[in-house]
Structure formats: C-alpha cells, structure tokens
C-alpha cells in the first residue's frame, strides 16, 4: 500500500513540477526583445512540427544549462495556441529547461519585420541581442554549435 502511494507521489510531483508553456501576444514579445536586463538575450523562434528546430533545440537547452549570468534563453514556440496541451506534452517529453512562451498571433505578416527586418518568416529562426551594447545578430537557419558559440562569443565583446 505504501508503496503504491509513493509511486503515486512521485508521479504527481513530476506532473506538477513541469514546465508549462505562456501564451503571449506580440507587445510581450516585443518587451522581451526591447528589454533593459543587460544580458545576452538568445531569443529562439521554432514549432514541434518543425523537424529542423528540434534538431537544434538541445543547442540552446545546453546553452541554457550553463547558467551563464550574462545570457538568456527564451524559446518562442509557433504552434497554434489551441494546440498548448501538444506543447506541453512535448516540453515535457524533450525535457526543455528554457523559457518557452507561445506566441498567440497568427497574422505573421504582421509582426516578422518587427523582430528583423531581413526575416522572409522561415523557421527556425534566432535573434541574439546584447541588450548592454545594443548589438543585434538574426539568423534564419537552423544552427550547429559553432554558429551560436561564434555569435555569443561576437556579441560578448
């Protein structure tokens, strides 16, 4: 009996203390972007369905991992808003530590140039931005840990 309350237990405090993702509007985004913390913002834009963004998806959640006081990891999930429980469930099943909010704004035309002027809206998709300096770097590929140690490394100088 004890033992199948302390299964029980242990379920239910891996359930509660999973990561669960926010939906955002593009203005919090946009705070986000904006910010004033002097950190390195590493602001990932990428969708469950997209099979490049997983693939790059272990890149920032070792970057996040390092717990490096001038960076910040934010992953900015595309999905469909209706869709937030297959978020979740995904979150949960990849084991994501990063900050993953879910951008609730269909009408991409309308908020893409807002992020980088030079974004077709291909995903995966990154923005890094020293918020100290105000140096900006975008890329619109999927990543190898080379690309993001060159640009942490270019924006840390």
Same mark, same amino acid.
């Given at each position: 009996m004890y033992k199948c309350i302390f299964i029980l237990l242990i379920f239910l405090n891996g359930n509660i203390l999973a990561?669960?993702?926010t939906i955002i509007k593009f203005d919090e985004l946009r705070s986000l972007i904006?910010?004033?913390d002097s950190k390195i913002q590493? &602001? *990932?834009f990428w969708a469950t369905w997209c099979g490049p963004c997983v693939k790059e998806l272990p890149l920032f959640e070792a970057l996040n991992a390092k717990n490096d006081p001038q960076i910040k990891v934010t992953l900015i999930n595309l999905d469909y808003a209706d869709q937030i429980e297959k978020v979740d469930a995904f979150i949960q099943r990849k084991k994501l530590?990063?900050? #993953? =909010?879910l951008l609730d704004e269909i009408d991409y035309n309308?908020? &893409?140039?807002? #992020?980088?002027?030079?974004?077709?809206g291909a995903i995966p998709a990154t923005l !890094? &931005? *020293?918020?100290k300096t105000g140096k900006r770097? !975008?890329?619109?590929?999927? =990543?190898s840990e080379s690309d993001l140690q060159e640009v942490i490394l270019s924006l840390k100088k």
């Open positions: 990561q669960k993702t904006e910010g004033g590493v &602001i *990932n530590k990063s900050e #993953v =909010l309308s908020w &893409i140039d807002s #992020v980088d002027k030079s974004w077709a !890094f &931005i *020293n918020q770097k !975008f890329m619109d590929k999927e =990543l």
